[in-house]
């Protein structure tokens, strides 16, 4: 089955330097790549997702890079804020549903 | 107001006992699961559903049992087969087919 690898396991930054987050999995078919965001005592909130049909996406200060030759995929944070501090889950789906697997997730802090 | 939302938000458990976490979402979805959240791991799945009155294994069911019996609803019910039962429970609902998932805020069990 399919499973998904995310580095590093925590990341700390001083307030506007960018972050980066990085997962790999191990099934080509994977197609669907989304990123959550969960806060302390919260359930994961999707911050932005991608399909395997392109290789980036940008939504305001969050982008995310895919190689599917590589089978890699990363999360990118620009201008932190203090908010942005939260635990970061990559994933990956090959049916977007039911197959979906988790990395461990991403502690980032954004220093004042 | 849409979403999902889970009760209790805070549960404890006593030896031999069985407890039943509540899923309750009101955004017309097919598709429902329920993920276990440990320390330092990304999200298990224990339980998915993608009908009513139908459900299937996750990655870690031994323990756990489910039923769907409403769209709206999705209990998952801790047995006391669970040894190891103190964790963060998250459920979920998605549109079947379309990846994205939407979280509840998570129910957290502890054992007395």
């Known amino acids: 089955g399919e499973n998904v690898e995310q580095h590093p396991s925590t990341l700390s930054v001083q307030e506007g330097d960018s972050a980066v987050i990085k997962c790999t999995y191990s099934?080509?078919?994977?197609?669907?790549f989304p990123w959550y965001k969960q806060e302390l005592g919260k359930g994961p909130q999707l911050i932005i997702d991608?399909?395997?049909?392109?290789g980036e996406k940008k939504d305001q200060r969050i982008a995310v890079t895919l190689n599917k030759t590589a089978k890699h995929f990363s999360l990118h944070i620009t201008e932190t804020q203090p908010e942005d501090s939260a635990v970061y889950f990559c994933?990956?789906?090959?049916?977007?549903?039911?197959?979906?697997?988790f990395g461990a997730g991403t502690r980032l802090t954004v220093k004042p | 107001d849409g979403g999902i939302t889970q009760s209790p938000k805070y549960l404890f458990r006593k030896e031999g006992q069985n407890v039943t976490l509540s899923c309750e979402q009101n955004?017309?979805?097919?598709?429902m699961y329920w993920y276990r959240q440990d320390p330092g791991q990304g999200l298990r799945l224990i339980y998915y559903?993608?009908?009513?009155?139908?459900?299937q294994k996750g990655d870690i069911a031994e323990g756990y049992s489910v039923s769907r019996e409403k769209k709206e609803s999705f209990p998952l019910t801790v047995t006391s087969a669970q040894k190891n039962p103190t964790a963060f429970y998250l459920c979920?609902?998605?549109?079947?087919?379309?990846?994205?998932?939407?979280f509840g805020a998570g129910t957290r069990l502890s054992v007395l």
């Open positions: 979920a609902s998605s549109i079947v087919g379309q990846g994205i998932q939407y």
């Open positions: 099934d080509s078919a994977s197609n669907y």
């Open positions: 991608i399909r395997s049909n392109v």
């Open positions: 994933a990956a789906s090959i049916n977007n549903n039911n197959d979906m697997r």
């Open positions: 955004l017309n979805h097919d598709a």
């Open positions: 559903s993608q009908i009513v009155n139908d459900f």
